[in-house]
């Protein structure tokens, strides 16, 4: 079956939406391809060269570099390392953030890639909206899209479902495991080959690894004619390193940063490194009752460790200072909508921007924030699982609610080799471990 996002037309053209999103004038050449009556690969070859000869307009407001040095250097203040909890408050918050990562994911599913507005359509149908718990399974669906796993709503499923979002988390704890903390880019490469199905991967990912297939070297794979290179990919990376390097932002987020660099630059590395260090911030701040400012300090941490003057930190910047203003969710929602809709539902930034309302609009409670990072739409699976992944770390497993954690029976389906059917708790106390690596 034809992978859409892989076919030369598709990822051409979507070469030159990354490359006005970078700042880059691509007038003349929307233009001249346009007007190409046959795309052959010649006639691509001259369109890809004169893309990557293009450089930022010069009242590009933003300085987005790709390298840790110059990313440090333009980041704002932060706190760096924070205090470990004790060893019993520890395991609890590993097993919550494992937990609440799979659940918040598990809800997601149904409904990826929906639009906000089809989700309300579809909850208010199956008498579920506001969402309260995993959704229910309508047939036929109301909305045009069709639910997209139904394995994985209400009373249909036993365990968690195979996700590609679960699946890099467990391999950032197989990593670390194997490697320890002086990991790689190359060892990232060489585990995605060895342990990872190709079928299993999807855009920036899939680029990244044909391309490493093919011999190009991990530093340059995933910037090589991957138009995917910002989306979210990454992102969804964060959570293994984050364990891993629990109460320490900083570690987390260079973890992170060595992770992300195999397939994506600029903000597709920065939402990696955002999330890390929110997760390891999470693990760090003693909050068993989150208010606002707990958790906007948790988002300050995730900026502390990218770029201050970034499209992705301008785009948090912003609904930071509109959940003041303003309490509705949806409201924010639409504010966020009209900043950063023209981004494709895949992309970093406007799935940043939803797990950070889910965040700053839940009130600190579990149910609230992974709900509102599901009905908010676009990358549902991907957005609630790291909402998930930080209340629980947060809150703990033994403050999450039992009506999400007890339909998984602790049992994580998965496409990596030698880890399917893994038990969640098992997986967090394998983190523990990691963590004591990490620290010593």
């Known amino acids: ?37 046959a795309l052959t690969p010649e006639a691509a070859e001259r369109f890809y060269l004169a893309l990557e000869a293009l450089t930022p307009r010069a009242d590009f407001p933003y300085y987005e570099p790709s390298d840790l040095d110059h990313i440090r250097a333009r980041r704002p203040d932060g706190a760096r390392r924070m205090s470990l909890p004790d060893d019993a408050a520890l395991a609890d918050k590993l097993r919550g953030a494992w937990l609440g990562r799979a659940v918040g994911c598990q809800l997601g599913k149904p409904v990826e890639g929906m639009p906000r ?55 950032g704890l197989h990593m670390l495991e194997t490697f320890g903390p002086q990991f790689t880019t190359a060892d990232v490469a060489e585990t995605w080959l060895s342990l990872l199905p190709y079928n299993m991967v999807y855009t920036a990912e899939r680029v990244t690894y044909r391309n490493l297939v093919n011999d190009v070297p991990p530093e340059a794979a995933g910037s090589w004619r ?10 969804i990376r964060a959570d293994g390193w984050a364990y891993g390097a629990a109460a320490w932002p900083e570690k987390a987020a260079e973890f ?8 994506h630059v600029k903000n597709g590395i920065y939402g990696e490194m955002w999330a890390a260090a929110m997760i390891a911030g999470a693990f760090g701040l003693d909050a068993p009752n989150p208010t606002l400012d707990d958790i906007e300090h948790l988002l300050r941490i995730g900026l502390s460790e990218i770029p201050a003057r970034c499209r992705l930190a301008d785009a948090l910047e912003r609904l930071i200072g509109w959940r003041h203003e303003t309490g509705d969710w949806r409201a924010a929602w639409e504010r966020i909508n009209n900043y950063c809709g023209q981004y494709h539902w895949i992309h970093t930034i406007n799935n940043a921007l939803i797990v950070a309302l889910g965040l700053l609009y839940g009130d600190g409670d579990f149910t609230r924030s992974i709900s509102i990072a599901v009905m908010g739409g676009w990358d549902t699976d991907c957005n609630g699982a790291t909402v998930g992944s930080i209340m629980g770390a947060l809150l703990g497993a033994d403050r999450l609610p039992p009506r999400w954690t007890n339909p998984l029976n602790d049992t994580l ?28």
């Open 1 to 37: 079956m034809t992978d859409p996002f892989m076919i030369p037309d598709t990822l051409l053209r979507l070469e030159v939406v990354q490359r006005a999103e970078e700042g880059c004038d691509v007038a003349e050449i929307r233009r001249q391809l346009a007007d190409t009556a």
């Open 117 to 171: 507005q089809d989700i309300e359509t579809y909850l208010r149908a199956a008498d579920a909206y506001p969402l309260d718990d995993y959704i229910p399974l309508l047939e036929p669906p109301p909305v045009r899209m069709v639910v997209s796993a139904p394995q994985s709503t209400r009373g249909n499923f036993q365990e968690m479902a195979r996700d590609d979002d679960m699946d890099y988390t467990i391999l």
């Open 226 to 235: 991957n138009p995917y290179r910002e989306w979210i990919g990454a992102q």
């Open 256 to 263: 992170a940063y060595r992770d992300a660099r195999l397939s």
């Open 413 to 440: 389906r998965s496409a990596v080799i030698g880890y399917d059917g893994s038990r969640l708790s098992a997986l967090a106390q394998r983190s523990l471990a990691v963590v004591r690596q990490v620290w010593d």
